[in-house]
């Protein structure tokens, strides 16, 4: 039929549950949170929305047009999208996915109301397994999305794209030393590194480090200089401008 299948609260229970609609399927609560269920899985024409966690035994598959909350976990053996991946304010939390996740059509993350979506390295899709991405466009939504990025990280599998990498939405770029992520065109990043070899220094930073450099030891007065090396990077894509008053030493920026 095509009238919409609502599951207003939690479902448990170790069975298979096959929901067949060409309308709504909404799922407003926790899906095998006290006893797992076997399988989910929706057909298609319709469209789904998840707005808990999943918890199956086995596999779950969402035929149809999915929108998911990027606060849910989806945990089974193999978890398929066969008409696209709907993240919605995937700025607040990260969709976490325990198994393999295959995703065929779109991918597309709306982001409301924040300004630095993915700030202190949040991933906005964690997999522990492989991530597959079928064919996939990747669009990208955000009021202000200063610094925004999309990341699809995968905790202990692999990561596949299409053979052809996604057109990035307009005003973006895909990251020179990571294309799993999405960046601004036009904005600058800075990065200042030291040790040999050149550690990236994070920033925020506070801990004296050998590895980078930061850390210059023990010293008493009239002992010799300690002398230590660090490059400024900017691997941004825009125009990196640096206020720097007279630091007495030879300054190199690349």
């Known amino acids: 039929g095509n009238a919409a299948v609502s599951f207003g609260g939690t479902v448990d229970g170790a069975r298979d549950l096959t929901v067949n609609t060409t309308g709504a399927t909404s799922f407003g609560g926790n899906v095998g949170s006290t006893t797992a269920l076997n399988s989910v899985t929706t057909n298609t024409g319709g469209t789904v929305s998840i707005a808990g966690n999943v918890t199956t035994t086995t596999t779950q598959t969402f035929n ?48 409301t109301g924040v300004s630095n979506p993915t700030a202190d390295n949040t991933d906005l899709i964690v997999v522990t397994g492989n991530l597959d991405l079928i064919n996939a466009t990747v669009s990208f939504t955000a009021t202000t999305p200063d610094d925004a990025s999309i990341t699809f990280a995968t905790a202990t599998g692999t990561l596949t794209v299409p053979t052809s990498a996604p057109t990035p939405p307009t005003g973006y770029v895909y990251d ?35 590895a980078d450099d930061t850390d210059f030891g ?23 401008d640096l206020l720097i008053a007279d630091i007495g030493a030879p300054l190199e920026v690349s």
Do not use: C, Y
């Not at 010293?219 to 825009?238: K, L, P, Q």
């Open 218 to 240: 023990t010293h008493t007065e009239g002992d010799a200089n300690v002398v230590r090396t660090f490059s400024i990077n900017n691997d941004g894509t825009g125009d990196l």
């Open 64 to 111: 149809e047009a999915a929108t998911v909350t990027a606060s849910s976990a989806l945990m089974g053996t193999d978890i398929a999208f066969g008409d696209g991946l709907d993240l919605v304010d995937g700025g607040t939390g990260t969709l976490t996915v325990t198994g393999n996740l295959t995703v065929a059509g779109a991918v597309d993350v709306e982001i």
């Open 176 to 210: 020179t030393t990571d294309p799993q992520v999405l960046k601004l065109s036009g904005v600058p990043e800075i990065d200042i590194e030291g040790g040999t070899p050149a550690q990236s220094i994070a920033d925020g930073d506070t801990t004296p480090d050998s």
